[in-house]
């Protein structure tokens, strides 16, 4: 069975921290990575997607992909209080199908 | 991006009834999907909606309880059909525009009693 793990937290930082959020997956093949935000009682937001090995920065995000680690992380610098959320990793393993496979979040709160 | 219109955001229906739920879309679709949301728990794929045929659906999901339609390439249905207490989820419609990724639509809470 294809999974995506991700550790549901909280985790909590301060305030003008980096928040630095985790994703493993288990599909060896996957080719497609996505970090949605959720606020809560709202649906998914896309904030980033990676293909390629290495790092993707827009804005105060990264999105790093290992892939011989099966591993890809979102980081998010001097945190704000409205990025409090809970935030989705999703897979896509058969590339180009956009059936996306979800982790069950990371809920991120960051301290005023 | 696009405007994903999805209705009724919320309902509370008894079991044993059924309800569809609608997602309308702004832009020019290439695929629709339809995902469920348990309380406390991340999003799982339903089914995909194919345009003038009948939907894929995943492991778990049968046409039966989830039956789904989609006429044209920016409207889909999704009914939730002789619903029991385990239904009660959010159900999310995601599309894909030409060039993009996958985008949500605001979801329906829906609460079976």
């Known amino acids: 069975q294809k999974e995506v793990e991700q550790n549901s937290g909280p985790l909590s930082v301060p305030e003008g921290a980096i928040a630095s959020l985790n994703c493993t997956y288990s599909?060896?093949?996957?080719?497609?990575f996505f970090w949605y935000r959720q606020y809560s009682g709202k649906s998914p937001e896309l904030i980033m997607f990676?293909?390629?090995?290495g790092d993707k920065e827009d804005g105060r995000f990264t999105a790093q992909l290992n892939k011989a680690s099966q591993y890809v992380s979102l980081l998010i610098r001097d945190s704000q209080p409205s990025d409090s959320a809970t935030y989705l990793c999703?897979?896509?393993?058969?590339?180009?199908?956009?059936?996306?496979?979800f982790g069950t979040g990371t809920r991120l709160k960051v301290l005023a | 991006s696009a405007v994903i219109s999805q209705k009724p955001s919320r309902d509370i229906c008894q079991r044993g009834t059924s309800l569809t739920i609608q997602c309308q879309v702004d832009s020019q679709v290439t695929m629709m999907f339809w995902y469920r949301q348990q309380p406390g728990q991340s999003l799982t794929l339903i089914a995909t909606a194919n345009q003038g045929s009948e939907a894929t659906y995943e492991s778990g999901f049968v046409i039966d309880k989830f039956p789904i339609s989609r006429p044209n390439l920016t409207f889909s249905t999704l009914t939730v059909s002789n619903m029991s207490p385990e239904d009660s989820s959010i159900y999310l419609c995601?599309?894909?525009?030409?060039?993009?990724?996958?985008?949500f639509g605001q979801g329906t809470r829906l609460t079976v009693v």
């Open positions: 599909d060896r093949g996957s080719q497609s």
């Open positions: 995601s599309v894909v525009l030409v060039g993009t990724e996958a985008f």
């Open positions: 990676i293909y390629s090995n």
């Open positions: 999703a897979v896509d393993t058969t590339s180009g199908t956009y059936k996306y496979i």
